[in-house]
């Protein structure tokens, strides 16, 4: 099974790669597969450029097995939805291996207002984590609800064993660290210890990004 994690990555931050080397443990993944946006439907506050934010990613993961860099939305440009991605994905991988895309319990809350999200589950699974400070409680659209009862996994097995159609839900030890709360820090001159990796620090110093 290949893991999709697709994000901003605005900056890809350790509580991405921490949650990327648990899920290829936890769920025996043959890669796991970070996706950098080109542009976010949902994101209006400060982007870094595509290529930034590609080059961190790329420098995150350089020296982690089984982790791997996606170019498909940065190279497609325009507005990255998701199910354009997936498809893209099927016509390169087949539709016979298992695809589970990986959201944070955040990103599932609001999966309603994605462009097509009703057809997601005919090209993956999807693979709710919970985040700190976002239990999987949360409240959901009644419809969100439903799909997610329709469609549960009894166990991550059934995610394995099938090409896609399940959500399965996995609760990690999961750090609480965002890029939100990272931009800020930058901004206001405070410490980011312990959130990011040394070459990323080095390449937002270097690149002179977030600071204003
Ligand atoms: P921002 O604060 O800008 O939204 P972010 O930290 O949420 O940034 P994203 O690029 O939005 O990072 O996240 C990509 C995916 O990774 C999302 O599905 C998100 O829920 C998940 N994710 C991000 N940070 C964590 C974390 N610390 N633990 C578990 N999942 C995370
Ligand atoms: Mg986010």
């Known amino acids: 099974m ?8 605005n900056p890809v931050h350790n509580g991405h790669l921490y949650l990327a080397e648990r899920l290829i443990k936890e769920l025996d993944l043959d890669e796991i597969r970070f996706v950098p946006s080109f542009s976010p ?17 790329q420098l995150a993961i350089q ?3 089984g982790f791997k860099l996606d170019e498909r939305e940065i190279v497609r440009g325009g507005t990255s939805y998701t199910i354009d991605t997936l498809q893209s994905l099927r016509i390169d991988l087949g539709m016979k291996s298992s695809l589970c895309w990986i959201l944070g319990s955040d990103a599932f809350q609001h999966l309603d207002s994605w462009h097509c999200w ?3 589950l005919e090209y993956c699974h999807l693979l709710i984590v919970n985040r700190p400070n976002n239990p999987f409680l949360g409240t959901l659209s009644s419809e969100l ?15 394995k064993s099938s090409p896609s159609g399940f959500i399965g839900q996995l609760e990690i030890d999961a ?3 965002s890029s939100t709360e990272i931009r800020n820090a930058i901004k206001a001159n405070r410490t980011t210890d312990g959130w990011l990796p040394p070459n990323i620090i080095d390449y937002i110093k270097t690149r002179n990004l977030y600071s204003s």
């Open 145 to 159: 609800r439903r799909m997610k009862d329709r469609h549960l996994a009894s166990s991550l097995d059934q995610l």
């Open 63 to 65: 020296n982690h097995a």
């Open 118 to 120: 009703r057809d997601l």
């Open 175 to 177: 750090l609480d660290i």
């Open 2 to 9: 290949i893991g999709i994690l697709g994000g901003t990555f």
């Open 41 to 57: 439907p949902h994101k209006s506050n400060y982007l870094a450029s595509p290529q930034d934010r590609l080059a961190m990613v």
